[in-house]
């Protein structure tokens, strides 16, 4: 499929330029009057007019594709053909990296592909639950209804994370403006009392005398102390993508008072939605666990998981390895072991997910609530010990004019 730089007029006389993807000049055309424009150039893409796709961390979000899901669920319920409704779908989508691969989804279908195929030549769009999950309603015949569950699930997923980056991006946000704070304080702000200090030759405290060096030090290091913090973040982003790296955060989050709880519950309802969202869709436990894995977002819970796939295949029930992990919250295990006995699982995982949902959500509420009044402590803590420092030789110099 090649790739055409197209400049064109809209229905409202607007010129737009652009990028297409089609297989010939013919059906480029054909597309950009689909879509309602006149075209008044087209030419192959080349290095330099080509869209440069620049992409930090997930390209499609949970929350597009819970958008996406339910609108195909609409459109198939209103009797529209699958291609017809991934064509409309296409033009409609605002995420480009969903509406590139809705395109390549329709043309590989097209050619005769399925649609969980076509889908899952894109893992960077659609993850390998959703190509599965999708696998698993052609062969049943239940497509609409594994579209309207993973709504649901991408939805709620959407939610969980949202919640938690809260939790995060509140300290983050207030240790950077403290650092800030300092930095500007100990370059701008001090120096100038240094001046003053030397004029009215002062015998300074220690604690002043350390502001002071520090100041200095900063002043005549800032940029090596920059490089170094650039690297640090850098060895830090590199660790953090291997083995040993992974297993120390997750062990740190895990562990940490204040998180650990949320960090707990956040993977039990991810854990019991997914789960419970493709048992839902007919897919063998095993297959199921495996997917279910895959979604952790702390490494420590994946291998749990993984641990359990080899007891379940040799004979061992769902439950057992849960109620015996040391990672999943005790109600975990004992619900799957009624959902087990009841012949019920996948609603009892289901109530599992919608209640630690509602768990996580107060968790957040009280980590956020338990973090402000420290974080405000520790900054003003921070801008006290400067204060005092520029306040001390003056303090000394008033209580000697007393004497």
Do not use: W
Not at 80 to 96: F, G, H, S, W
Not at 189 to 213: A, D, H, K, S
């Amino acid at each position: 499929m090649a790739e055409f730089t197209y400049v064109a007029i809209d229905k409202n006389g607007k010129e737009v330029k652009g990028n297409i993807t089609a297989d010939r000049r013919e059906m480029a055309l054909s597309k950009l009057k689909n879509e309602g424009l006149t075209a008044l150039e087209l030419k192959d893409s080349t290095l330099m007019t080509r869209e440069i796709d620049i992409a930090f961390g997930t390209l499609v979000k949970p929350r597009d594709l819970s958008v996406f899901c339910r609108q195909f669920v609409s459109m198939l319920g209103a009797g529209v053909t699958i291609l017809d409704a991934l064509r409309m779908l296409a033009e409609q989508t605002e995420n480009k990296y969903l509406r590139k691969a809705l395109e390549g989804v329709v043309s590989d279908i097209e050619k005769g592909e399925t649609l969980h195929d076509a889908m899952g030549k894109r893992p960077r769009i659609f993850p390998d639950m959703m190509v599965s999950m999708v696998a698993a309603g052609e062969s049943s015949g239940r497509l609409e209804v594994t579209f309207e569950r993973m709504s649901i699930h991408f939805e709620k997923s959407a939610k969980v994370k949202s919640m938690i980056k809260k939790a995060a991006i509140y300290p983050s946000m207030v240790a950077l403006i403290s650092i800030v704070v300092m930095v500007v304080m100990l370059v701008v702000v001090i120096p100038r009392y240094i001046v003053m200090f030397e004029e009215m030759q002062l015998e300074l405290p220690g604690i002043t005398l350390f502001v002071i060096n520090a100041s200095n030090f900063l002043k005549s290091n800032g940029f090596i102390l920059l490089a170094f913090l650039i690297a640090l973040i850098f060895i830090i982003k590199t660790y953090n993508g291997t083995d040993s790296g992974k297993h120390f955060v997750g062990r740190l989050k895990a562990n940490i008072p204040i998180y650990k709880r949320l960090e707990l519950k956040s993977n039990a309802s991810l854990y019991a939605r997914t789960l419970s969202t493709l048992t839902y869709a007919g897919m063998p436990l095993i297959d199921s666990l495996g997917l279910t894995a895959n979604t952790m977002t702390n490494i420590l819970f994946k291998d749990e998981i993984k641990r359990s796939v080899e007891e379940i295949k040799a004979g061992v029930p769902l439950s057992k390895p849960l109620i015996d992990s040391k990672l999943f919250p005790a109600m975990v295990g004992h619900m799957v072991k009624i959902g087990e006995e009841s012949g019920d699982l996948d609603n009892m995982l289901n109530k599992l997910a919608e209640y630690y949902d509602e768990e996580v959500e107060m968790e957040t509420e009280t980590v956020m609530a338990a973090l402000e009044p420290v974080m405000i402590l520790v900054m003003a803590g921070m801008v006290g010990f400067l204060i005092a420092a520029c306040m001390a030789p003056m303090i000394s110099m008033y209580n000697g004019f007393n004497i």
